[in-house]
């Protein structure tokens, strides 16, 4: 199904304008800051949006939405848990992190641990930036593309990967943001059009609730294959706080504000937004369900397929674009967070072996940036047989996730925590992962890689206390301190974070 002149025309003009924005905010961008930080300036309604809209994208639109329409509203436990997380980043690590005035996360780890565990963190972020994030993002998007246009997954990869990496190459970080302002606001509009009328079609909000509601529990049995209720114990958490409190193209928004003041303020507005989201997504691929569910063979085909068939000529154009926009948004903060890692902690530290003079710092994350988003684009038609895409994402993911995040708690909570802890901890973390994924599938019938995630989780952690029992530091670590900012969180922070964890809890008790 193609889209009307109307339609198209309104999809030129928009990526006419993100691209336009994205070149004039970022224009004589020279210094590493600059580039890699947008300056230390961003204020907080900008990091919020950016947050969102990096975080947002079309493995939401399309692979959440298809986790819904197959599933039900239990998939929405990622986004909402999201936001008691985003509350525990802005009120407990953001003021860690901005005292210490780091680029990057793995940086943190070598002021706590050494340049070794800085150097692992580094390699497995940008690994599973490409072959997970990257080319996740760029074929969820293609898969869009090849619904409305026809196009084939590789056409639309390439097309995506090349406006968004132009971009991103050119302009850093301030570029991502005022393009993720724009795309964020396309976005949550766009989803919440589709979502009015997608509830018009199956007769009104309390008819769809009426009809669907074996599909609007969060809570699912324990023996549920991947959404069992017992992942509310440990699992769902780890991956939540890793993705937002030490994943760099997340954080990387919130290092980048002006103050601690404004770097808070930002995440919770997107805790806030984040709670949004389920309704957005989620609801649109039940709604699917109900009413083209013999007509779609594939739950990823779900949003796509709902928006052509129910918006009218001229809207289909908004929410493509807005569709486009995450993909892009999505990208590109994943792009722009990869070169920082390679160039910064990597490059500079493994290969030059000195401090970059700033140019040569620009210049050299402007070359990984085109290399990344070209091996990506390679990768992402090979996604194509895997079934459900935003699975695919989280189980991935979380080979990482639990290592790191032990690592980061364990080091705040024991001082004395050694660097060799660190270590084997990080590299326990995919093996414990990935073997007892092994277990459940072979002799417990699950695939329930939350579990899995929670394991692996206590195991590093265990491990490190073990290390650390049997050989401790001989005095406490002292991070570095950069003298910017407050260390304590603000009051009118904590009464927000509260407030945001009410409204989650609430949503929780009518959602059971």
């Given at each position: 199904m193609?889209l009307?002149?109307?339609?198209l025309?309104?999809?030129?003009?928009?990526?006419?304008?993100?691209?336009?924005?994205?070149?004039?905010?970022?224009r004589q961008?020279?210094?590493?800051?600059?580039?890699?930080?947008?300056?230390?300036?961003?204020?907080?309604?900008?990091?919020?949006?950016?947050?969102?809209?990096?975080?947002?994208?079309?493995?939401?639109?399309?692979?959440?939405?298809?986790?819904?329409?197959?599933?039900g509203?239990?998939?929405?436990?990622?986004?909402?848990?999201?936001?008691?997380?985003?509350?525990?980043?802005?009120?407990?690590?953001?003021?860690r992190?901005?005292?210490?005035?780091?680029?990057?996360?793995?940086?943190?780890?070598?002021?706590?641990?050494?340049?070794?565990?800085?150097?692992?963190?580094?390699?497995?972020?940008?690994?599973?930036?490409?072959?997970v994030g990257?080319?996740?993002?760029?074929?969820?998007?293609?898969?869009?593309?090849?619904?409305?246009?026809?196009?084939s997954?590789?056409?639309?990869?390439?097309?995506?990967?090349?406006?968004?990496?132009?971009?991103?190459?050119?302009?850093?970080?301030?570029?991502?943001?005022?393009?993720?302002?724009?795309?964020g606001?396309?976005?949550?509009?766009?989803?919440?059009?589709?979502?009015?009328?997608?509830?018009q079609?199956?007769?009104?909000?309390?008819?769809f609730?009426?009809?669907?509601?074996?599909?609007?529990?969060?809570?699912?049995?324990?023996d549920?294959?991947?959404?069992?209720?017992?992942?509310?114990?440990?699992?769902?958490?780890?991956?939540?706080?890793?993705?937002?409190?030490?994943?760099?193209?997340?954080?990387?928004?919130?290092?980048?504000?002006?103050?601690?003041?404004?770097?808070?303020?930002?995440?919770l507005?997107?805790?806030?937004?984040?709670?949004?989201?389920?309704?957005?997504?989620?609801f649109?691929?039940?709604?699917?369900?109900?009413?083209?569910?013999?007509?779609?063979?594939?739950?990823?085909?779900?949003?796509?397929?709902?928006?052509?068939?129910?918006?009218?000529k001229?809207?289909?154009?908004?929410?493509?674009?807005?569709?486009?926009?995450?993909?892009?948004?999505?990208l590109?903060?994943?792009?722009?967070?990869?070169?920082?890692?390679?160039?910064?902690?990597?490059?500079?530290?493994?290969?030059?072996?000195?401090?970059?003079?700033?140019?040569?710092?620009?210049?050299?994350?402007?070359?990984?940036?085109?290399?990344?988003?070209?091996?990506?684009?390679?990768?992402?038609?090979?996604?194509?047989?895997?079934?459900?895409?935003?699975?695919?994402?989280?189980?991935?993911?979380?080979?990482?996730?639990?290592?790191?995040?032990?690592?980061?708690?364990?080091?705040?909570?024991?001082?004395?925590?050694p660097?060799?802890?660190?270590?084997?901890?990080?590299l326990?973390?995919?093996?414990?992962?990935g073997?007892?994924?092994?277990?459940?599938?072979?002799?417990?019938?699950?695939?329930?890689?939350?579990?899995?995630?929670?394991?692996?989780?206590?195991?590093?952690?265990?491990?490190?206390?073990?290390?650390t029992?049997?050989?401790?530091?001989a005095?406490?670590?002292?991070?570095?301190?950069?003298?910017?900012?407050?260390?304590?969180?603000?009051?009118?922070a904590?009464?927000?974070?509260?407030?945001?964890?009410?409204?989650?809890?609430?949503?929780?008790?009518?959602?059971?």
């Amino acid at each position: 199904m193609s889209l009307s002149g109307t339609d198209l025309a309104f999809f030129i003009a928009f990526l006419a304008l993100v691209v336009g924005i994205s070149l004039y905010a970022s224009r004589q961008e020279e210094s590493a800051d600059d580039y890699f930080l947008a300056g230390r300036s961003l204020p907080w309604w900008l990091i919020g949006m950016s947050l969102i809209a990096s975080n947002i994208s079309s493995e939401h639109f399309v692979g959440m939405a298809g986790e819904g329409f197959q599933t039900g509203l239990a998939i929405a436990c990622f986004e909402w848990v999201a936001a008691i997380a985003l509350v525990f980043v802005a009120l407990v690590l953001l003021p860690r992190f901005l005292r210490s005035g780091i680029y990057t996360l793995p940086e943190y780890l070598e002021y706590r641990y050494g340049p070794a565990a800085r150097a692992i963190m580094a390699f497995y972020l940008m690994v599973v930036y490409v072959i997970v994030g990257m080319a996740g993002v760029l074929y969820s998007g293609s898969l869009a593309l090849n619904v409305v246009f026809g196009t084939s997954l590789a056409t639309g990869v390439w097309l995506i990967g090349l406006i968004a990496g132009g971009y991103t190459i050119y302009g850093g970080l301030k570029a991502v943001v005022w393009s993720d302002l724009v795309q964020g606001l396309a976005l949550l509009g766009g989803g919440a059009l589709l979502l009015v009328i997608s509830l018009q079609a199956t007769g009104g909000l309390a008819a769809f609730l009426e009809a669907n509601a074996d599909k609007l529990h969060l809570m699912l049995p324990a023996d549920h294959p991947t959404l069992p209720w017992t992942i509310y114990l440990l699992g769902i958490w780890i991956p939540n706080i890793a993705y937002w409190g030490l994943n760099q193209f997340i954080t990387q928004r919130a290092l980048a504000a002006r103050n601690l003041k404004e770097g808070q303020k930002g995440v919770l507005f997107a805790a806030l937004l984040k709670l949004t989201i389920p309704f957005f997504v989620v609801f649109p691929g039940i709604a699917a369900w109900q009413l083209y569910g013999d007509r779609i063979p594939v739950g990823d085909q779900a949003f796509p397929f709902l928006m052509t068939h129910l918006l009218p000529k001229g809207l289909r154009g908004v929410m493509f674009a807005a569709l486009f926009g995450a993909v892009m948004s999505s990208l590109d903060s994943m792009l722009n967070s990869a070169s920082t890692i390679f160039t910064i902690d990597l490059y500079s530290r493994h290969v030059a072996r000195r401090e970059l003079e700033a140019r040569t710092a620009v210049r050299i994350g402007r070359a990984a940036t085109a290399a990344f988003v070209l091996f990506a684009c390679l990768l992402a038609p090979e996604l194509a047989h895997l079934g459900g895409i935003y699975e695919y994402m989280q189980r991935v993911w979380n080979f990482i996730w639990p290592g790191i995040l032990a690592v980061f708690l364990v080091g705040i909570v024991l001082p004395k925590a050694p660097p060799a802890a660190a270590n084997a901890a990080l590299l326990l973390g995919p093996c414990a992962y990935g073997g007892f994924m092994i277990v459940q599938s072979v002799w417990l019938d699950s695939r329930a890689y939350l579990n899995a995630a929670a394991v692996s989780f206590l195991a590093c952690c265990a491990l490190m206390l073990v290390l650390t029992w049997r050989r401790p530091l001989a005095k406490p670590c002292l991070l570095p301190d950069a003298g910017k900012v407050e260390t304590a969180a603000q009051p009118g922070a904590q009464l927000a974070g509260a407030g945001i964890v009410g409204l989650t809890v609430l949503l929780y008790v009518i959602f059971w």
